[in-house]
């Protein structure tokens, strides 16, 4: 079993204040937990309007699969409008 951890640095160029955000962020991770088997939440940056740091977790039998996943997370935000400016992966192995 491998738990794979992603974590997205994300730029919003769209919303003007704190409100508008949130909008985006529930529409992130809402297209996200619709299309692909992962949890995940907003974990940092909550005070900043234009930037934002998500986190996705997901458990499957190889790293391959897991990164599969992740990449398709990836596409799925950039179609949103947002700029990824930094990413981290993790794998824990069980």
């Known amino acids: 079993m491998v738990v794979g951890v992603l974590q997205l ?3 919003l160029h769209a919303p003007q204040n704190l409100k508008e955000k ?3 962020v529930k529409s ?3 297209r ?3 299309r692909f088997p992962v949890s995940c939440a907003e974990t940092g940056a909550h005070d900043l309007w234009q930037r934002t ?5 997901v458990v499957g039998q190889d790293e391959g699969s897991l990164h599969a996943i992740f990449e398709k997370i990836e596409r799925e935000t950039e179609m949103t409008g947002a700029e990824i400016i ?3 992966v993790e794998f824990l192995h069980y």
Not at 53 to 57: D, N, T
Request: glycine content about 16%; aromatic content about 4%; some cysteine.
């Open 86 to 88: 930094d990413r981290l």
């Open 9 to 11: 640095q994300v730029l």
């Open 32 to 34: 996200c937990r619709a």
């Open 53 to 57: 740091e998500l986190g996705f977790s």
């Open 22 to 24: 949130r909008g985006a």
């Open 28 to 30: 992130i991770l809402g």
